[in-house]
C-alpha cells in the first residue's frame, strides 16, 4: 500500500529533534493539528510559552523537512502553546516581547462583522497614506478568508534571501503581506485558534518590513483570537472601525469598540461606508442603508466621526479587479473621502514623533 503523505510528514518530522529534551518532536508529541489539502500542508508544534526563541529553529527545520518531501506544495508551521499554562504577567517578570515595535504607527482597520466594506476601506485608506508621502505597509490579518491577493491583484509568493525572514510584496506602493499570498486562493484554512494566532504571529514578525512610518492591519470581522492576540501582542496606536449606517451593523460595530476599549487600545473614529448611493445617471440620492448612524454613534460614544464613504459601483469594481480606486484614479471624486479620512490620521496619529523600540524577537 502506497504510504499516505501524512504519514511521510509524521515521519520527516521525527528527524527535527526537541533540542531540550533531545527526543524527537513526534515520540514527544508535541506536533498537532497536522492537515494535508492536496499537498498544503500544516501543523503546529506545542511548546511551553517561555521557548520562542529555543523552539523557533526547530519550527525552521521542521518546515524544511516537510518541504522536501515529494508531493509538498507549501508547508505553514507554527508554534503554540496550548497544552501550557498561560505565560505570567509582566507583573510576575515574564512577557512576550512586542511584535511590529520598530513601525512608527500600527492601527487596526476593523469591524464588528463582515460585509460592511472593511477590507476596501482598509486598502483605500493604506493607498491613500502612501501618496501622501507616508511609507506605509498593509497587513492582512485574516486567516480564514484573506482578501488583499484579489484586492491588489498580487498573486505570486513571497521571496526570503535568508531562508528566515519573508520580504513583503510592493505594490502602488505599499509593502504588503497576506497568509494568502502563500496559499492557494480555494484552499480552505480548517485550523484551530492557537495554529491561527501562530500564524498571525509568523506573519508580523518573520516579516522584513523595513522601515515604515505606519502599518495598517486589515483584521478579520468579529472579535475573536486573531483581534485578541495582535491587540495584545502589537502596541497599536489605534484602531478604527467600519460599519455601515443601519443599526444591525452599529450593534456588531459597537461590540468592537468595546473589545479595542476592554484591552486599552485607543479607537482612533468611525467610518460610515456604504453611507449613501447617488445615481450615475439621473444623480438623485437613495440611503439604501439609512444615512447618519455611524456618524450619530460616534458622537453618543464620544468618538471622532472620521468621515462617510459612498455606495459606489466603481469603488466595488475596483477592489474585485485589484485596481482599488485611490490607485487608478486617485483625484476622483469617488477618491476623495479616502484621502480625506487619511489627512486626519496622517494629521492626529502618523505625525507624532516615532519611538525607537527593541529588536523583534521571534517567537
Not at 78 to 84: K, M, N, P
Request: aromatic fraction near 4%.
Amino acid at each position: 500500500m502506497t504510504e499516505k503523505l501524512e504519514d511521510k510528514v509524521l515521519s520527516a518530522l521525527r528527524a527535527v529533534r526537541d533540542p531540550i529534551s533531545g527526543e524527537d518532536i513526534v515520540s514527544q508529541n508535541m506536533v498537532s493539528g497536522l492537515i494535508n489539502k492536496d499537498g498544503n500542508i500544516g501543523f503546529s508544534i506545542e511548546i511551553h510559552p517561555d521557548q520562542g526563541n529555543v523552539m523557533e529553529p526547530v519550527r525552521q527545520a521542521a518546515a524544511s523537512a516537510v518541504e522536501a518531501l515529494e508531493g509538498v506544495l507549501s508547508v505553514t508551521a507554527v508554534l503554540t502553546a496550548e497544552r501550557q499554562p498561560r505565560a505570567p504577567t509582566p507583573s510576575h517578570g515574564v512577557s512576550k516581547p512586542k511584535l511590529l515595535d520598530n513601525i512608527g504607527s500600527v492601527i487596526a482597520v476593523a469591524s464588528g462583522k463582515g460585509g460592511v466594506g472593511k477590507s476596501t476601506t482598509a486598502v483605500n485608506l493604506a493607498l491613500a497614506l502612501a501618496q501622501a508621502g507616508v511609507k506605509t505597509g498593509l497587513m492582512d490579518a485574516d486567516i480564514y478568508g484573506p482578501s488583499l491577493p484579489m484586492m491588489m491583484a498580487i498573486d505570486q509568493k513571497p521571496e526570503s534571501p535568508d531562508g528566515e525572514r519573508l520580504l513583503p510584496i510592493e505594490k502602488y506602493g505599499l509593502k504588503c503581506m497576506s497568509i494568502g499570498f502563500m496559499v492557494p486562493s480555494d484552499t480552505p484554512m480548517i485550523w484551530r485558534g492557537p495554529m491561527v494566532m501562530g500564524a498571525l504571529e509568523q506573519l508580523m514578525g518573520d516579516t522584513d518590513w523595513g522601515d515604515l512610518d505606519v502599518m495598517i492591519i486589515d483584521m478579520p470581522p468579529g472579535t475573536g483570537d486573531a483581534q485578541l492576540t495582535i491587540a495584545q501582542r502589537v502596541a497599536l496606536a489605534g484602531a478604527i472601525i467600519v460599519s455601515t449606517p443601519q443599526d444591525l451593523a452599529l450593534l456588531d460595530a459597537i461590540k468592537g469598540l468595546n473589545m479595542f476599549h476592554k484591552v486599552e487600545v485607543p479607537i482612533l473614529g468611525i467610518i460610515e461606508n456604504m453611507s449613501y448611493f447617488l445615481c450615475p445617471n439621473c444623480g438623485e440620492r437613495s440611503d439604501i442603508f439609512t444615512h447618519g448612524g455611524a456618524e450619530t454613534t460616534a458622537h453618543r460614544m464620544g468618538i471622532d466621526f472620521l468621515g462617510a464613504v459612498p455606495l459606489e459601483m466603481s469603488i466595488r469594481a475596483g477592489s474585485d479587479s485589484g485596481k482599488p480606486i485611490v490607485a487608478q484614479a486617485p483625484d476622483s471624486a469617488q477618491a476623495a473621502p479616502y484621502h480625506a479620512i487619511a489627512k486626519l490620521i496622517k494629521e492626529s496619529t502618523i505625525s507624532s514623533k516615532r519611538q525607537s523600540g527593541p529588536s523583534i524577537i521571534i517567537e
